[in-house]
């Protein structure tokens, strides 16, 4: 089989590949917000920790020669984010939403900033697992050559599920997310359980980043992100707070952002930069169509102040 | 340690600032016997019961438990000791099923959460109760008595022998409440349980405490066994030397033309549900219809497509036999007044200035409106007028409403619906948690507004508000009107049973 035999087969099959590795910052930035969003808070701050964590990602591993120290380093990062977050909004009559955007601004700046000699070296990449090898076929094994992340998220995924439902921990987050006056009746500590919550939401979005500048695209650069950090909150709630559910509009989005490219490689060039929006598209459309003037989201959790 | 216990307060007070909350007060509550806690709103008993549970640190005073002095620094340690309290806004999880919320509040949740070995745990423990609960349902699927019953299981499974009950009966239909304070009381006798019972309902106190503390003022104002006191003597350590103002008596006014009337109105909760299903009555000049019902029953509901605050799924509203959609101009034109349920977020803007919120009905129109321009100086006169005949206690005009106390903000309300020409009144709870000086006065408001000639339309959870205002009485259950009776014909029995559908 040559390349020509495949024809019109090219596009899902790039749009496959495409979607677990544009899926990936999704569904880490993602699953970390759907715990912070559980414990009653948001944090729209994360699409600075994403970049800051691409940029401190990239250079630990530049620096040291190891990816997973770069990684590691990006989720350290993303909990001082995360912390910062929790602590402000610890103080009273603060905003949860009106500082995470403050953060939002203030990550991407600082990670600019502090990213200037970080733009034309090349660090060590992550490495992937070639599922494809079965395959005779060069677009296939492309395909399937599934990064490493993408399989700790894909094997998180049910883990936090589990979590959430049958661990002391997972109930002590719902709680608080859902009664923080019931929770206090049981002694427990709402802000003490957001702040770790949050820290928790930073690291994984630290490790969506490092994701993007160690991997796919896999250099540093101040283009690296158009948004998935943001849209990965929208996508919590689209998910409806359910981790499968995550998993599931992650890679919807995942592979929503790879059509275009797909296209592009069958030839299709009319309309480009309109495909290319279809992530966006997506997006507005999902919440059209969710949306109701006369109910509350089913399954918000009851302290989340968008939805209170 | 198994049993009852008993607990004594002595010397205790507490002060916010300036203001004493609670002034030496001293209570002995025996073992396996239920106590009355008596008073007024504001009288302390909730700063009492904060401080005996550890939410609040006492500034003076010491706590008995079961004859030995304890400190108890917070909620845990009261657990520790045996005590536990059902809060009258419940404290259940809402997305949690009961098997969660029951799981959750063990002092020693494991790590790792084993259901089935819970589940039959849980069984086990409820075998041994007078009374069970659904264990899959989540909380917010509850009715409010099973909620209470979960709750009172929740504080016995974490070994609780010393009940605080804060207002338990005040979402029970009264069967609900009879058999609930009965199954406390048994308890209570086989020495399972010693109960606080946090009140303001005489009835109770009469048919199920053994003996009762009033406080008033932050100050112990009287106590003693329930079987050698009166009504009238509890009533007077309650409110102590003075006397509400009389009532206004019920002028003898025939009905008139139907003023309000709802047809097959149907209307959805904020979960999508549907609440009001195909609600039909009339109200006529110069009566009040009064309907009863437990909270969460469609009344709220009903009450906001009235306001305006919800949309209708269906049916229609007449007022003054024209369709009425709750549009400003229609509410103008047919001068419609609206005292809603908890006035300070549903009839106010807290932060605008008593002023400002005493004109939010005619701002708009001369003499406070002079084309583009509003006049303060109007606005701050018609309210210094309605502040003198309501009688609202404020620091002045100026004043942000949310700085004042519940039963002014209701008053300032009333000044602002009542003080005009009123033609329909819809009210909801219109005296929920005011003291007794605030229920006389807005009774006898309502109670004017129907002798002047007003179609009243009275909403409330207080059974006993009703059949004393009411002329007539409508009973909502599920959505729906399910018993209509007269004032006169009113059988307690019968309207009880159909609040709880039967």
Not at chain 2, 270 to 277: K, L, P
Not at chain 2, 438 to 447: L, P, R, T
Request: proline share 4%.
């Amino acid at each position: 089989m040559n390349d020509a035999s495949l024809g019109l087969w090219t596009v899902p099959i790039a749009v496959l590949g495409g979607a677990i590795r544009v899926s990936t910052p999704f569904l880490f930035v993602s699953l970390g917000e759907l715990v912070t969003e559980k414990s009653g808070r948001i944090n729209l701050g994360l699409e600075g920790t994403l970049i800051m964590g691409a940029m401190s990602g990239f250079g630990v591993a530049y620096l040291t020669g190891s990816p997973w120290l770069g990684v590691l380093a990006a989720g350290l990062v993303g909990v001082m984010f995360g912390a910062l977050h929790a602590a402000i909004c610890s103080l009273p009559r603060v905003n949860d939403i009106a500082v995470g955007i403050a953060l939002m601004i203030f990550g991407i700046g600082l990670a600019f900033y502090l990213g200037k000699p970080l733009v034309q070296p090349k660090a060590p990449t992550l490495p992937a697992l070639p599922l494809g090898f079965w395959s005779d076929i060069p677009q296939v094994r492309a395909a399937l050559e599934v990064n490493a992340l993408f399989i700790v998220g894909l094997v998180f995924t049910p883990i936090l599920s589990w979590a959430l439902a049958n661990t002391r921990w997972g109930l002590i987050v719902r709680m608080v997310g859902d009664s923080s006056e019931a929770a206090r009746a049981l002694g427990y500590s709402p802000l003490w359980v957001r702040l770790y919550a949050t820290c928790f939401g930073g690291f994984m979005a630290g490790v969506g980043g490092s994701f993007l500048s160690l991997y796919y695209p896999g250099s540093w650069s101040e283009g690296l992100s158009s948004g998935q950090g943001i849209t990965a909150v929208a996508l919590v709630i689209f998910a409806r707070w359910n981790p499968l559910a995550c998993f599931g509009a992650s890679l919807l989005f995942g592979g929503a952002g790879a059509l275009g490219p797909a296209l592009q490689a069958v030839g299709v060039t009319s309309g480009t930069y309109l495909l290319n929006a279809a992530p966006y598209f997506l997006t507005l459309l999902i919440l059209v169509f969710s949306s109701s003037s006369r109910r509350r989201v089913a399954g918000a959790p009851g302290e989340l102040s968008v939805t209170k | 340690m198994s049993g009852a216990f008993s607990l004594e307060v002595a010397g205790m007070s507490k002060r916010f600032g300036a203001l004493a909350a609670l002034d030496d007060v001293s209570m002995r509550v025996d073992a396996g016997s239920v106590h009355a806690l008596l008073g007024e709103n504001g009288a302390g008993k909730s700063t009492l019961v904060k401080c005996i549970m550890g939410f609040y640190h006492a500034d003076e005073g010491s706590l008995l438990v079961d004859g030995r002095e304890e400190a108890v620094r917070n909620p845990r340690d009261a657990a520790q000791f045996g005590l536990g309290m059902v809060y009258q806004h419940f404290t259940l999880v809402p997305s949690m099923t009961v098997l969660e919320n029951l799981v959750m509040a063990r002092a020693d949740t494991p790590e790792m959460i084993d259901w089935g070995r819970e589940r039959r745990r849980l069984a086990d423990f409820i075998a041994g109760m007078p009374f069970s609960a659904p264990l899959d349902t989540p909380a917010h699927g509850l009715a409010a008595g099973e909620k209470q019953k979960a709750e009172i299981l929740k504080q016995l499974y974490l070994g609780a022998r010393f009940l605080i009950l804060d207002e338990p009966t005040s979402v029970l239909t009264p069967q609900e409440a009879d058999q609930m304070l009965g199954t406390i009381r048994d308890m209570a006798r086989e020495m399972r349980l010693t109960a606080l019972l946090i009140t303001h309902k005489f009835r109770e106190v009469l048919a199920y405490a053994d003996a009762v503390t009033v406080l008033r003022k932050g100050k112990l104002a009287g106590t003693g066994k329930v079987a050698e006191l009166t009504v009238d003597k509890m009533a007077a350590m309650m409110i102590g030397e003075e006397r509400p103002a009389a009532p206004v008596a019920r002028a003898d006014v025939a009905p008139g033309a139907v003023r309000l009337a709802v047809e097959d109105l149907k209307a959805d909760d904020s979960d999508g549900a549907e609440a009001v299903r195909g609600v039909t009555l009339a109200v006529r000049a110069g009566e009040i219809v009064g309907i009863a019902g437990v909270s969460g029953n469609g009344q709220s509901e009903l009450v906001e497509v009235l306001a305006g605050q919800r949309d209708a799924t269906g049916g229609r509203m007449l007022v003054e036999g024209e369709v009425y959609h709750a549009a400003r101009a229609e509410t103008q034109r047919h001068h419609l007044a609206l005292l809603p349920e908890e006035p300070l977020r549903n009839a106010c803007v807290g932060r605008m200035s008593v002023a400002e919120n005493m004109a939010m009905r005619n701002f708009d129109r001369p003499p406070m409106a002079n084309g583009l321009w509003l006049s303060a100086r109007a606005m701050r006169e018609a309210a210094r007028d309605l502040i003198r005949r309501y009688r609202v206690k404020t620091p002045g005009p100026d004043a942000p409403i949310a700085s004042l106390s519940g039963g002014n903000v209701q008053r300032a309300v009333l000044g602002r619906e009542l003080g005009g020409e009123v033609h329909i009144l819809v009210a909801a709870n219109p005296v929920f948690g005011l003291d007794f000086a605030a229920v006389a006065d807005i009774h006898s408001q309502i109670v004017a507004a129907r002798n002047r000639g007003a179609a009243v339309l009275l909403v409330s959870e207080d059974l006993d508000e009703l059949l004393d205002l009411s002329d007539r009485l409508l009973v909502m259950s599920e959505g729906r009107i399910v018993l209509e009776t007269t004032a006169a014909a009113a059988d307690r029995t019968a309207i009880g049973r159909a609040m709880a559908g039967h």
